[in-house]
């Protein structure tokens, strides 16, 4: 059974005054896409290396009809940071609890945005029964998710990280 009582702590505990976190619609694609474009375009040039046709390479499914079928998903949630208004990011984890999508805009890097996202994605993870979280991680993202207690799985450029969830009693 799922446990909603749980899940409304998580909200109600990430939520501060300047941002909350919440399931995406499709009337946030305009801004979302701009959040995701930005985020790849200017904090992952560890991996693209600036190499315009790398970033036009991860910015393909970054388009309208992409954001809508994420967020009409059923096996999928996917989320924003929303600070009046404005989205600060996007993350999107499939039910089985492999994340997809963990993105700030670069105006808002280092503000608890992504780790905001965790929270709420592995509390997801839980209510649906899951004991991992896995995501594959950027070179950038790395030492992010590192901190976090995702570990490595596989290696390669885009590593696999895994973490064991702890349930609450």
């Known amino acids: 059974a799922v446990n909603f009582s749980y899940a409304k702590q998580i909200f109600s505990a990430i939520r501060t005054l300047d941002m909350f976190i919440r399931l995406a619609t499709v009337e946030d694609a305009e801004q979302g896409l ?3 474009r930005a985020s790849n375009s200017e904090l992952c040039s ?3 290396a600036n190499d315009p046709q790398q970033i036009s390479d991860w910015l393909e499914n970054k388009t309208v009809q992409s954001w ?3 967020a009409k998903n059923p096996k999928a949630k996917l989320y924003v940071a929303d ?4 989205i600060l990011g996007v993350s999107m984890i499939q039910n ?3 994340i997809l999508l963990n993105y700030v805009h670069p105006d808002a890097r280092f503000s608890g945005v992504s780790s ?3 929270s709420q994605m592995e509390a997801n993870a839980r209510e649906m029964g899951r004991t991992h979280c896995t995501l594959n991680s950027t070179k950038t993202a790395r030492p992010f998710y590192l901190k976090h207690g995702y570990l490595p799985l596989h290696g390669g450029e ?5 973490k064991l969830l702890r349930h609450s009693r």
């Open 34 to 36: 701009a959040t995701l």
């Open 46 to 48: 560890l991996d693209h």
């Open 68 to 70: 809508m079928d994420w």
């Open 83 to 86: 600070s009046e208004g404005q």
């Open 96 to 98: 089985s609890g492999h």
């Open 116 to 118: 905001s996202f965790l």
């Open 158 to 162: 885009c590593v696999t990280l895994s």
